[in-house]
Every structure is written in structure tokens, then in C-alpha cells.
Nanobody, 117 residues
Framework: QVQLVESGGGLVQPGGSLTLSCTAS????????MGWYRQAPGKQRELVAA???????NYADSVKGRFTISRDNAKNTVYLQMNSLKPEDTAVYYC???????????WGQGTQVTVSS
């Protein structure tokens, strides 16, 4: 089992920045792809950004150039740096860990991000 704990959400004005953190209960980054997903009211959950066990990253088109995913292996923590936030970025953001070899994944509890003036 792996527990994922997110933090860093909150209320921010348009154009502002936030950094989300997701800390895993043990060292898993060597074999799990870590991802940030979000779900806005009335919409499906969507992938925002991911970082593979090898360090490759990918982003949703809507956040490219504004968001950056990174990780600190020593702290078992993955980050999502969000800049130039827009109202349409408002959602609950979830951390996900997906095993690279088998169909196993884990989710965090979610953290609310609200972009509003």
C-alpha cells in the first residue's frame, strides 16, 4: 500500500501562483509514474501533468508553459508549480501514483484550488 498526501491548495487571484505537494508514504518514484489530475464541478477528471520513473514529463495542452511538475526523491515528494493561474484552473487536484509494470495505482485525497478575484 502507498499513501499519498497532498497539500498546497487554496484561493489565488488570476495570474497568481501556487505550488502543490504530494508526499508518498515510501520511496516509489523509481517504479511509479506520478501524476497530477484535476476535476472541476460537472467535469471529468483530467490529467494535468505526469512524471515517469525515468523523469520524463508530459502536460495537458491547457497548462503547457504555465505548470511544471517535479519531484524530490529524497523527500518522496512530487510538486506541481502552477503559474499564471486562470479561473478555468479551478478544480480539486489529485495526486496519482501508477505502477510502471502492473495495473496498480493510488490516489491522494485531493486539494482544492480556486482561482478567483
Amino acid at each position: 500500500q502507498v499513501q499519498l498526501v497532498e497539500s498546497g491548495g487554496g484561493l489565488v487571484q488570476p495570474g497568481g501562483s501556487l505550488t502543490l505537494s504530494c508526499t508518498a508514504s515510501r520511496n516509489i518514484f523509481f517504479i511509479y509514474t506520478m501524476g497530477w489530475y484535476r476535476q472541476a464541478p460537472g467535469k471529468q477528471r483530467e490529467l494535468v501533468a505526469a512524471i515517469s520513473s525515468g523523469g520524463s514529463t508530459n502536460y495537458a495542452d491547457s497548462v503547457k508553459g504555465r505548470f511544471t511538475i517535479s519531484r524530490d526523491n529524497a523527500k518522496n515528494t512530487v510538486y506541481l508549480q502552477m503559474n499564471s493561474l486562470k479561473p478555468e484552473d479551478t478544480a480539486v487536484y489529485y495526486c496519482n501514483a501508477q505502477h510502471s509494470l502492473v495495473a496498480v495505482d493510488y490516489w491522494g485525497q485531493g486539494t482544492q484550488v480556486t482561482v478567483s478575484s
